[in-house]
């Protein structure tokens, strides 16, 4: 990892540490954000969720996921010996947008096949991780948007590590309106067989940077290490990896 890099606090002083490729920092004395390349105060709204665990109940969800589907092996809870648990606070931009694509398509599943047009319109709170290379499953995370209160310092834990933004806002809004047209494109699959041509309204009513819990799990089980994923203000797994049960047919 390289070294980090140190601005001042514009509010209270205080050094606040960036990593290379972050461009915004909050201060973990104050709270306080501010943009680096410019040392500007950031000026939109700054939320937060909160986290519902500390490092003993975290383990009731870990369990709880153990135990729940029918494709883990039975002894997991068991045998599962927890490795790590590390709680982060990762930096997303929600992008509360109605986005309507135009599409012109030709349907080939009929002959002679038929031209088709259409639109489809939605409206979204779309996730966008702030981090160029995190292993987080965004699409997966359903974020809990009801819980977001303003970014307050106060409440994050001290061994929680608070993740800066590698990506501004026009950069986030830009990945927002790409991955929301792939998404059309996908669901425009059952209606057409070949789009000729797609145009996507974008209508952007809000734009969050949040900060959201979410706990990195390591755990071993016979032998081998595995990953869990869990969102500190529900419980709900984000993603575990399941080791293969082994059913013995030889
Ligand atoms: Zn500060």
Same mark, same amino acid.
């Given at each position: 990892?390289?070294?980090?890099? *140190?601005?001042?606090?514009?509010?209270?002083?205080?050094?606040?540490?960036? !990593?290379?490729? &972050?461009?915004?920092?909050?201060?973990?004395?104050?709270?306080?954000? #501010?943009?680096?390349?410019?040392?500007?105060?950031?000026?939109?709204?700054?939320? +937060?969720? +909160?986290? $519902?665990? @500390?490092? #003993?109940?975290?383990?009731?969800? =870990?369990? @709880?996921?153990?135990?729940?589907?029918?494709?883990?092996?039975?002894?997991?809870?068991?045998?599962? %010996?927890?490795?790590?648990?590390?709680?982060?606070?990762?930096?997303?931009?929600?992008?509360?947008?109605?986005?309507?694509? #135009?599409?012109?398509?030709?349907?080939?599943? =009929?002959?002679?096949?038929?031209?088709?047009?259409?639109?489809?319109?939605? *409206?979204?709170?779309?996730?966008?991780?702030?981090? &160029?290379?995190? &292993?987080?499953?965004?699409?997966?995370?359903?974020?809990?948007?009801?819980? %977001?209160?303003?970014?307050?310092?106060?409440?994050?834990?001290?061994?929680?590590?608070? +993740?800066?933004?590698?990506?501004?806002?026009?950069?986030?809004?830009?990945?927002? $309106?790409?991955?929301?047209?792939?998404?059309?494109?996908?669901? +425009?699959?059952?209606?057409?067989?070949?789009?000729?041509?797609?145009?996507?309204?974008?209508?952007?009513?809000? !734009?969050?940077?949040?900060?959201?819990?979410?706990?990195?799990? $390591?755990?071993?089980? $016979? /032998?081998?290490?595995?990953?869990?994923?869990?969102? /500190?203000?529900? /419980?709900?797994?984000?993603?575990?990896? =399941?080791?293969?049960?082994?059913? /013995?047919?030889?």
């Amino acid at each position: 990892m390289a070294v980090a890099q *140190e601005i001042r606090c514009s509010h209270c002083g205080a050094p606040v540490e960036f !990593e290379p490729g &972050e461009i915004i920092a909050t201060c973990k004395y104050c709270g306080f954000t #501010t943009v680096i390349e410019t040392g500007q105060t950031f000026t939109f709204e700054h939320s +937060l969720l +909160l986290n $519902k665990y @500390d490092e #003993t109940q975290i383990s009731e969800p =870990i369990k @709880d996921w153990m135990q729940s589907g029918f494709l883990k092996p039975s002894d997991l809870p068991r045998k599962a %010996k927890i490795l790590e648990k590390n709680l982060i606070y990762l930096p997303f931009w929600v992008i509360s947008v109605e986005a309507k694509s #135009t599409y012109k398509g030709v349907f080939e599943r =009929i002959s002679p096949p038929v031209v088709k047009e259409g639109t489809v319109e939605k *409206e979204y709170n779309w996730l966008v991780l702030a981090r &160029e290379a995190a &292993e987080f499953p965004a699409r997966e995370y359903d974020v809990p948007l009801e819980g %977001k209160i303003p970014f307050d310092f106060r409440k994050i834990e001290g061994f929680a590590k608070v +993740l800066n933004s590698e990506i501004d806002m026009d950069e986030a809004l830009q990945l927002a $309106k790409q991955q929301i047209e792939a998404h059309h494109r996908f669901l +425009l699959q059952k209606d057409v067989d070949r789009i000729i041509d797609l145009r996507t309204e974008f209508s952007v009513t809000q !734009e969050v940077y949040l900060h959201a819990p979410v706990w990195f799990i $390591k755990y071993e089980y $016979k /032998g081998s290490a595995y990953q869990l994923i869990i969102d /500190g203000a529900t /419980g709900i797994a984000v993603k575990g990896d =399941i080791p293969s049960s082994k059913f /013995g047919l030889f």
